[in-house]
Every structure is written in C-alpha cells, then in structure tokens.
T-cell receptor, first 114, second 118 residues
Framework: AQSVSQHNHHVILSEAASLELGCNYS??????LFWYVQYPGQHLQLLLK??????LVKGIKGFEAEFIKSKFSFNLRKPSVQWSDTAEYFC????????????FGGGTRVLVKP | EAGVAQSPRYKIIEKRQSVAFWCNPI?????LYWYQQILGQGPKLLIQ????????DSQLPKDRFSAERLKGVDSTLKIQPAKLEDSAVYLC????????????????FGPGTRLTVT
C-alpha cells in the first residue's frame, strides 16, 4: 500500500522567512500529488496540485511545489511567509490505478510568528 | 457555489452508544468520501461512493461502522457501538470527474464533525 511521509511535525518561523515542507511518497507508478492546507477553525482546502507536465507547480497565496520523480518527493515552498500562513499543511497522493483514493501524510503544523 | 455541508459539527457520546453523521456534497458531485482524522494524524479514507454505489470501503471497520448514500446525494455515516478510539474528526468530501480518462479528481472538504467518545 502507498504511504506518504511528511518530514516535520511542527515548524516555527518568523514572518518573511522562507518555508520548505518535505513530502515523500512510496509508490512507483503514476501518481497525482496535492498539498492541502487547514487554517485554524477552517476546513481543508486545496493549496496546489500536480497531475502532469511541468514539475514545478504554483498554487494559491504564493506557494509552489516541485515534483521530483526520482526522489518520490513533492516539497512545498514559499519564499516569504506571512503570519496568515499559520496553519496545518497536508501532503496527499492518489494513484490513478486506485480510483482516486487519497492517501494523506501526517501533516505539518506551521506557526508563523509576527 | 455552496460547499460541502456536514452536521453536527460537534458530538460527545459515551462508549457503546451510537452516533450518526450527515453530509451533503456539492451539487452535481458524483463521488463522495468519508475520512477519519485522528488528532495529530492526516485524514484516512473510510469509504468512497460513486453515485449511490460503494467504490472502496476497505478501511471501514464494518463491525461497527456503516454508511449509505441513498439516491446518490446525501450520505450518512453511523457508528454503533462507539469505542474510545473512535474519537476523531469525521470529514466528508466530494468530487466530480474532471474530464476524459483522467482520474484526477479534486476533492472538496466539508468542515468535519468532531466526535468525542467518553
């Protein structure tokens, strides 16, 4: 069965710092990759997604992620965070051969200090 | 467009009691999912419906959990009897086919129901 691992459980940083969250998955076939974000008190929402094509994808709010197939990774980045980026971030994978079932990582809680 | 609706938002029950959650997906979305999110973990798929048929329920504890999606719209998830380890947030999501042979559906999540079993 596929699995998704996120390297950090908690990240604390100051405004204007750069953010990079790691995500690795364990499946050798064709996958779709997602980053979801959950702001305090809100529901999960899609930040960005990769289906095919350019491995560098841009999402909302200045976030981007790079798919590196050889490393089975899909790391999320933002060059300069804001206090409003405080949230929990989840990486997720679905396998095209498995009917759109999403497998999530354990999440990374990000706290941005003003 | 209206999002995925869930109720109740919070529920506290004692172990061995039963509980039911309701979900109304985004209008026109054929696929509906129920996830369980235990504190400190990512969501885990419990069951997936395509219209009113079950696509995947491999991780649903069928001795105590049941779900239905009558008429292919609303869905209910039931736990009977509840155990302490069922304390979690239960998320409902829906998606629609994005086109062609691709199975790249984007899932839209509801606010979840936070269940506490005491």
């Amino acid at each position: 069965a596929q699995s998704v691992s996120q390297h950090n459980h908690h990240v604390i940083l100051s405004e204007a710092a750069s953010l990079e969250l790691g995500c690795n998955y364990s499946y050798g076939g064709t996958v779709n990759l997602f980053w979801y974000v959950q702001y305090p008190g809100q529901h999960l929402q899609l930040l960005l997604k990769y289906f095919s094509g350019d491995p560098l994808v841009k999402g909302i709010k200045g976030f981007e992620a790079e798919f590196i197939k050889s490393k089975f990774s899909f790391n999320l980045r933002k060059p300069s965070v804001q206090w409003s980026d405080t949230a929990e971030y989840f990486c997720a994978v679905n396998i095209k051969a498995a009917g759109n079932k999403l497998t999530f990582g354990g999440g990374t809680r990000v706290l941005v200090k003003p | 467009e209206a999002g995925v609706a869930q109720s109740p938002r919070y529920k506290i029950i004692e172990k061995r009691q039963s509980v039911a959650f309701w979900c109304n997906p985004i209008s026109g979305h054929a696929t509906l999912y129920w996830y369980q999110q235990i504190l400190g973990q990512g969501p885990k798929l419990l069951i997936q419906f395509q219209n009113n048929g079950v696509v995947d329920d491999s991780q649903l504890p069928k001795d105590r959990f049941s779900a239905e999606r009558l008429k292919g719209v609303d869905s209910t998830l039931k736990i009977q009897p509840a155990k302490l380890e069922d304390s979690a947030v239960y998320l409902c999501a829906s998606s629609s086919l994005l086109g062609g042979e691709s199975l790249s559906y984007e899932q839209y999540f509801g606010p979840g129901t936070r269940l506490t079993v005491t």
